[in-house]
């Protein structure tokens, strides 16, 4: 069975930084496309950052330049390294396998940027 | 960017009743088109994958449909279990996009 479970979540001031992680249990993060998926408190689903297979990376156009997707092969996680956090990154994010199906997605970790 | 316009916004049924919910891409996706059903704290669980394959495990009252621009979700007889936000997915171009939501409720 596919899990991910993600962590590194919390209160941030604004500016700061957090890194996200996102374990990986059933498949090989690094043999799959992997993307990072938010979502703001009663708001819909934003899709963030993915990453491929081949290590290539692509962001939204409102977290480029301040977030990385990256992974650790030994570990076999994704993480999220989140730079000069505004209040409009408060959200839930989720992590998830983009093929075969975009599915499955881990729990969500919730992250609050706030002074 | 493509742009997914989800309709309606919110839907109000009843018990038994059919309902439908569309999803319309500006540009070709193909069929790279999925629908999550998304409870409240919870994260999306995915109903139906490329525009019309139903996931295992998921009930067959819920259905999909389509190609290309224009996509439709169903549920054939509403349960009340199935309260909740439905969103569809296109992951065939990047940004991957997804609808703004439907959110339904029992009448």
């Known amino acids: 069975e596919v899990q991910l479970v993600e962590s590194g979540g919390g209160l941030v001031q604004p500016g700061g930084s957090l890194r996200l992680s996102c374990a990986a249990s059933?498949?090989?993060?690094?043999?799959?496309?992997m993307s990072w998926v938010r979502q703001a408190p009663g708001k819909g689903l934003e899709w963030v950052s993915l990453i491929y297979s081949g290590g290539s990376t692509y962001y939204s156009d409102s977290v480029k330049g301040r977030f990385t997707i990256s992974r650790d092969n030994s570990n076999n996680t994704l993480y999220l390294q989140m730079n000069s956090l505004r209040a409009e990154d408060t959200a839930v994010y989720y992590c998830?396998?983009?093929?075969?199906?975009?599915?499955?997605w881990g729990q969500g970790t919730l992250v609050t940027v706030s002074s | 960017d493509i742009q997914m316009t989800q309709s309606p916004s919110f839907l109000s049924a009843s018990v038994g009743d059919r309902v439908t919910i569309t999803c319309q891409a500006n540009?070709?996706?193909?069929?790279?088109l999925n629908w999550y059903q998304q409870k409240p704290g919870k994260a999306p669980k995915l109903l139906i994958y490329?525009?019309?394959n139903l996931e295992t495990g998921v009930p067959s009252r819920f259905s999909g449909s389509g190609s290309g621009t224009d996509f439709t979700f169903a549920i054939s007889s509403l349960q009340p279990e199935d309260i909740a936000t439905y969103y569809c997915l296109q992951y065939d171009h990047l940004p991957n996009t997804f609808g703004q939501g439907t959110k339904l409720e029992i009448k």
């Open positions: 490329d525009a019309s």
């Open positions: 059933g498949i090989t993060v690094s043999s799959n496309y």
């Open positions: 998830a396998r983009v093929y075969p199906r975009f599915d499955p």
């Open positions: 540009q070709d996706i193909n069929k790279y």
